[in-house]
């Protein structure tokens, strides 16, 4: 059933070629708006390394947007989505972000599960002022680096940082082994988060070991790892989805046992391919629970729908962010009666409590961020499963 979406997928795709396009900032008043259609865009890792992710966040748009269409149209115009490819390459994902607004005409982009590729885009967003929610990139920096038309439709890493120290400093132990993959922002600042809420709360980090991003021997770590006078009570690794059960395997092979702590990035069905058995004991910080099962009735709703649209389940919590990222996006054009650039950012600065798959998205002048609780899962029996929602007591500052 993969195969078949990514058909899908690429049937909608249009692949970036490797040119340049004009860098002139666009007028307000012209684009898709004047035309029969609004075109929001839609920048995606639908190949490579981080479409484990984006390829579930951009069916799940697609799927919103569908049934936003079906029941009648915006502003008079049926909304259309663009979906362009950045391959996983922060590279080109300026490049594609150039195309949409230059060349698609959109008037608001979203997209992105990583927060490399959500950095790349800042360029673009500042110089044409075109309004761009992140689906999943988690750093709560963003929207500063980025500049105030960046907003986020999931929570910062330093909020599911904090709950997951949180979390293992009452169920797992106070002294953590800290593995973190060196190569990307995402990984680093959560590391970094979960260390500072873990060492406040009053646990300890016996040994700190980073790793490549690209690596698929950990022996070198593993090694400081057995010179340790006792292991530690559990592992807290912050890791990308391509890489976290080769790490979690590596260490399971080696003997160690103790529990595995990680962060959304564990969310996909690659940990439990990769990792096998061996992801027994893992626990992760994610969006939401995906469940047919149990669970929201919305999610439940939306898992009917989604499998009614596309042939199987979703995946991952990502389907669910890129549902809500569509949906607040339309919300708030209908609520600015526009499609103008300024209009849309200060509708989303005016949302109010807005009711997501992946929890209330409450935006402001002084917060792109939302706040919302963070669900913690296990993996048992190679299936993931629920454990608790948890709003940290305190969170460390960006």
Partial sequence: MQVFTVVCLFAFTVFA???????????PDLGSAVSGTIKIGGAFSLTGGGAALDLEAADGARLALTEINRAGKTLGKTMELVIRDSQSRPDLAEQIARQLVEKDRVVAILGYSDTDSALAVGPVIRKHRIPF????????????????????ACFGDNVQAAAGAEFAFKHLGGGACLL????????????????????ELGGSVVIEEPFDDETSDLSVQIQQLKSLPRSPDFFYIAAMPYNAGMVIRQLREAGFSAPVLGGDGFDTPQIVEIAGPAAERVFFTTHALVDPTRGKE?????????????????????????????RLVVDAVRRAGSTEPS????????????????????????????QKSVTILEIKDGKFRWVEDLVPQSVPSP
């Fill in 180 to 199: 973190w993959d060196k190569g990307m922002d995402y990984t680093r600042l959560l590391a970094g988060y979960f260390k500072r809420r873990f060492i």
């Fill in 343 to 370: 209009s849309l950012k200060h509708a989303l600065e005016e949302t109010r409590e807005f009711s997501g798959l992946t929890g209330t998205i409450t935006l402001s002048t002084k917060s792109h961020i939302p």
């Fill in 298 to 326: 919305e999610m439940k709703r939306f898992i009917t729908a989604f499998m009614a649209e596309y042939g199987r389940e979703p995946r991952n919590s990502f389907a669910a962010l890129g549902y809500d990222a569509m």
């Fill in 17 to 27: 070629p490797a040119v340049s396009w004009a860098t002139s900032p666009r007028s």
């Fill in 133 to 152: 929610i992140t689906v999943g990139a988690t750093s709560p920096k963003l929207p500063e680096q980025v500049g105030e038309m960046m907003f986020l």
